[in-house]
């Protein structure tokens, strides 16, 4: 099923993420975690993608759907991606049942910079919304792109993004609910109108700190110092980021965001505490009106 349909009809979707395994113990790890979290009924769950990697992620997510009979969305990243090799993946897209796919630019490096024929998301986009059977979300970033010469540019693009075929949005993770409430509020204004569904990642290592604020995201000074006080006690570290990011869920959702969209890391503990939290309290219940 489509998931813009799925995020219209159903308030609040919550989906996982998993990462693109690099060995045959990764891949396990991911499976593991699809399996043990396909009892959550999650709306949709999703697949990372590296550059010339497009293919793989295609095959781990057509067997995930056929595994767990869940709704699945592929990655697909524009570095390495030549204009044949695109039309093979939606041949390949249209064989294996797949309807949605997030278009990503990809991160890039010395490696990938500006290699393929297509430059940006908004290529991406544009060519797979020209086969017209296809649901294409897209990224954004609450706190701006981290490449971005303004959050107003950052905006114009992301509605770019939106006008070139995308039907809903997904947040880069922040730790900062008013980061997201702004960005909606500053979209909407816009006239970006379609779902942004708040990305949402709990700290379970200490190390993650330095590593989410090289992805651009922003640290409260608050949650980094009661991280940093745990260091020594990784479960007390782990208890304490999924405190923090139910707390964050239940605000997004008393406040009327769609749904959760988990950044799991292959793992399913944190996921499924928060998530069981959150279906405890019901917070959605709170909210007069969907706001995103």
């Not at 993420?17 to 769950?45: G, I, M, T, W």
């Not at 999703?46 to 592929?74: F, H, N, P, Y």
């Not at 020209?130 to 992301?158: K, M, N, Q």
């Amino acid at each position: 099923m489509r998931i813009d349909y799925l995020l219209k009809g159903n308030w609040p979707s919550f989906s996982f993420e998993f990462l693109a395994p690099r060995s045959p113990s990764e891949v396990e790890r991911l499976f593991a975690a699809a399996r043990d979290l396909r009892d959550l009924d999650p709306a949709f769950v999703c697949v990372t993608c590296r550059a010339g990697r497009q293919a793989e992620t295609l095959s781990m997510v057509r067997k995930i759907k056929a595994d767990t009979g869940i709704e699945t969305m592929a990655h697909l990243v524009c570095d390495s991606l030549e204009d044949h090799d695109l039309e093979r993946l939606i041949d390949q897209m249209r064989g294996d049942g797949i309807s949605n796919v997030l278009a990503l630019r990809g991160d890039r490096d010395e490696n990938t910079h500006g290699s393929g024929d297509l430059s940006h998301a908004t290529d991406l986009i544009a060519r797979i919304a020209g086969s017209g059977e296809f649901c294409i979300g897209a990224a954004c970033y609450p706190e701006g792109h981290v490449e971005s010469r303004s959050r107003a540019a950052d905006l114009r693009y992301t509605r770019l993004k939106i006008e070139t075929g995308a039907s809903f949005l997904i947040t880069q993770l922040f730790f900062d609910n008013e980061h997201y409430f702004r960005f909606v509020s500053e979209a909407r204004a816009e006239g970006i109108e379609v779902p942004i569904v708040p990305g949402i990642m709990p700290i379970t290592n200490a190390k993650q700190i330095a590593r989410v604020r090289a992805m651009g995201a922003s640290v409260p000074e608050t949650l980094e110092r009661d991280v940093l006080m745990r260091a020594d006690d990784p479960d007390a570290v782990a208890q304490f980021g999924v405190a923090w990011a139910s707390l964050q869920c239940m605000s997004l959702l008393a406040a009327g965001a769609p749904g959760i969209h988990f950044y799991t890391f292959n793992r399913s503990p944190a996921t499924r505490a928060i998530l069981g939290a959150l279906r405890s309290a019901e917070p959605w219940k709170w909210a007069k009106d969907a706001i995103a």
